[in-house]
Structures are given as C-alpha cells and as structure tokens.
C-alpha cells in the first residue's frame, strides 16, 4: 500500500473533502430535524477514494472499538455498499447513531488530515448503512451457549454488552430505570443532531436476538443487585452517568436555574421549560453545548456559554463548538460564576474575570482569579453544565467506586470490578461506552466457559 509521500509525489493526494451538505444555522434554529445532509452515492464514493490506503491503519487504532473504517472506507471507494455495511457491522452495533454523533477518533488520526482535510470517515459510514443492505443489516444467534446475563442499564455500555452476548449464545435481561432505551442517547442528545429513528434503525438489527427489556425497573427498589447476582450467571452494570455536578453559589435556588441534564430531558419529553429571552449556560462540555443550542430552538434570542478556561481546553466536539458558534451563540472565555442574583427568579450572574496558570491534574492550563475584576452577565434563566457521574445510591455497601471521569472503576480491559460475578462499564463517549460493553461481554464468555470446564470436569468424576 502507498505511503502519503507516494501518494503526493504521484500527485493522488486530495487535500479537500467532498462538501457535506448542511441546513443553514437561520433555518435550522426553528427546527429540530437534523440538518446535515447525506452524501450521494456518488459523493460517498469520492470522498472515500481520498483514502490514501494507509499500511498501517491509524484511523483503525485510534477508534475505542477499533472500527475497521479503512477496510469499509475502501469499500465505499469501490463502490461496495453492501460489503461495508458488513463490514462496519460487525463491530459496531451502535452505527447508525455513531455515523452522526461520534467524536471521529478516526478521522482526528487520518494521515489525509497531515496535508488537509482528514477522510470524512464518520459521514462514509452514514452513507454505507444507507446505500447497503449488508445481509439485511441485522444480527443473528451464532451458537447456544448455557447462562443468563442481568444488564443493568439500557445505554451504549449495557446494550453493547447485551447485543455481544446474546449474538453469542447468551440469554440476556436488561433492566432500565426509565422507559426507553438508549440511557442519555436517546433522553439528552437533542433530535436535531440524532432522531429517535436513527437510534430505532440499531436497535431493529438487534430483534433477531430475542434481548428481554425490562423498562421502568430500578435496581436498588424494584430489585436489588444481591438478587440479579443470585439469580443470574453474571451481571454487568452499565449506569451511565446521570448524576450531574452541583453548582454551590449564593442564588442556586433561585427558579429558572436548571440542571442541565434535567433541563435536556424534559425537553426531549416533550416539555419546554421556562427561558425566557436571554438565556446564559454554564460549562465548555458538550452538553453544555447542547443546551445553548436548545434553548435557541426554544425561542431564546441571546444564549450565551460561560467557561472558565479558552476554546483550547474546551472539552466539547470543535464539530459542535462550530455549529453552535454559526447558530449565533454566544461563548464567553475566561469567566467563573461568583454568584446568582435575583429576585422571583434568577436575573444575573456575577462573574469572575479569569486567567490560565500552570496545567492542572488534567492537563489543562488551571483557571486563576483575576483579583478584582468581575462582570455581570444579565438573564432570564440559567443552565448549569458542570459534569456528570454515575449514581452509586442505589449499590449501597457493594464496594462500587468511581473513576475521574464519572464512570464506575472496573478493569479497563475485561470491565470486572472487585465484586465476584459483577461486571461494568461506561466512558466518556458514546464509542468509549460501546467499547466498554464489548470487552466485558467478551470477559463474561470466557468467565462462562471456564466455570462450565470447571463443572464438567467435576461431573465426570
């Protein structure tokens, strides 16, 4: 395969990207239907003969799930739907929703990239699994396999877990606190970046499989983890991180200060909580993002985002810092709320002029008061975007712990935890979740076989 050097001094290298099509931010601030658009079969198939056909395949490595985009890249290139389609499928049971929403590790580590615009490799595999059939796009049981799983939670964690392991033989019961699946997916990512159809389209490939959901049970009341552990050969806890971070400063309580989780799922039940016109949101993640771009769809005219660092230490997408930015919305740097002021509801927050210092435990530059210097940010209502952890009140005295990132602690590797027959997941990401799943079904298997060696060979004595 050629190198980039070749490709360039052959004069093959294509630095620019086939244009993705978009909806224009006017327009698309009154809607909430998606708004970028799908390459042509034509354009798809363009945009992947850029592919320089690496020897190594970065874009692969980089990918938590390590997605074999090169291999259904090169597909495309030649035309070949159906085979990417397969080929993307099987490790991806999530594709649909992670050809609009993933973060594209892949295309951050294409080598294209070095001379100009990486292969546009998430928008590819949009295309495929619209111009592909795949063998019906659906998975199917590959054998039988004795043991029945408990998964707890009905995110991208839990359902990859329950999709590998009942593809492979397992019997697999999710149980979900609400009553619908998808964890955050489907209750906070607003539809204008991904439909309810998109989610429906992963979940159909997964009927075959025959998964038990249990919606509206909560571990913890309507059945403990001690009883799942007893009546099931192991148990995966994929939680999500639902618990989102407090904001203590005076005026917290005042109304119209929301919980931007909270805030984002009542919306995406069909709610529209009270905003107002001048609308500030608090965090530089991305749900923060999803939020100031929310409430502009709600009929908000100013939004505004406060973060106490720059755009470089800015966790969320760039992808979706530019979409927000082209919205109109108003990303304000280098300020850390003091306190919330008002009277009936919340008015203005007092902010703290920043600057950076040294880099912290997270490697970003550490956010240092300006002495004396504040502002004062008038509005109508405030969001409050500060992070997210999982729920541990429902484990009491189980010895579950959490990692910095909000997830539960478990081997990053197999997922087990310190608990004998409890296994968990999660991440960062939609992909970092699917990935975390995926190993620990893999482990749970192995775990399986080798209790059932062990078993056999006592009952042959």
Not at 177 to 205: C, N, W
Not at 331 to 360: K, N, T, W
Not at 456 to 461: G, N, P, Q
């Amino acid at each position: 395969m050629s190198s980039v050097a070749d490709q360039m001094a052959r004069g093959r290298l294509n630095p620019e990207r086939v244009p993705i099509s978009y909806v224009d931010p006017a327009k698309r601030i009154s809607s909430w239907e998606e708004y970028y658009q799908l390459y042509t079969k034509e354009e798809a198939i363009a945009e992947a003969q850029r592919c320089v056909r690496c020897a190594k395949p970065w874009c692969t490595l980089a990918c938590p799930i390590l997605q074999d985009a090169r291999g259904y890249v090169i597909q495309i290139s030649e035309g070949d739907f159906e085979g990417a389609v397969d080929t993307i499928l099987k490790d991806n049971m999530l594709a649909s929703c992670l050809g609009k929403v993933c973060y594209s590790y892949c295309e951050d580590a294409c080598v294209v990239g070095k001379k100009g615009e990486p292969v546009a490799i998430r928008h590819l595999k949009w295309a495929a699994l619209a111009y592909g059939d795949g063998e019906a796009q659906s998975y199917r049981r590959q054998e039988k396999r004795e043991g029945s799983i408990a998964v707890i939670g009905a995110g991208p964690a839990g359902l990859a877990a329950a999709q590998h392991l009942a593809e492979h033989g397992c019997r697999v019961t999710v149980f979900e606190a609400s009553h619908k699946l998808g964890g955050l997916v489907t209750q906070t990512i607003p539809t204008y970046r991904l439909s309810a159809e998109t989610f429906e389209e992963d979940m159909k490939r997964m009927e075959p499989l025959g998964i038990e959901y249990r919606l509206g049970v909560n571990v913890g009341t309507d059945v403990t983890l001690e009883e799942l552990r007893d009546g099931y050969s192991a148990v995966f806890v994929g939680i999500g991180t639902h618990k989102a971070g407090v904001l203590n400063l005076p005026g917290k309580d005042l109304p119209r200060v929301y919980i931007a989780l909270d805030f984002l799922k009542r919306v995406m039940d069909g709610e529209r909580p009270e905003v107002g016109k001048r609308v500030a949101t608090i965090g530089g993640g991305d749900v923060a993002i999803d939020c100031s771009r929310t409430v502009l769809r709600m009929g908000c005219e100013e939004s505004i985002v406060l973060y106490r660092r720059t755009r470089e230490e800015m966790p969320a997408a760039n992808e979706e810092i530019e979409d927000a930015l082209s919205e109109g919305v108003d990303i304000r740097f280098l300020v850390s709320p003091l306190e919330l002021q008002g009277e009936d509801c919340v008015e203005a927050v007092v902010c703290q002029q920043m600057e950076l210092g040294e880099p912290d435990s997270s490697g970003r530059r550490r956010p240092v008061p300006i002495e004396g210097e504040t502002t004062v940010v008038p509005v109508d209502a405030l969001i409050v975007a500060i992070g997210q952890k999982a729920d541990l009140e429902t484990f009491p005295g189980l010895g579950l712990e959490l990692a910095r990132d909000g997830s539960l602690v478990a081997d990053p590797e197999t997922g087990r935890t310190k608990i004998e027959g409890i296994w968990a997941g999660g991440g960062p990401s939609i992909v970092h979740a699917h990935a975390a799943g995926t190993k620990a079904a893999k482990d749970i298997i192995g775990y399986l076989e080798a209790k059932q060696k062990v078993t056999t060979k006592v009952s042959r004595r």
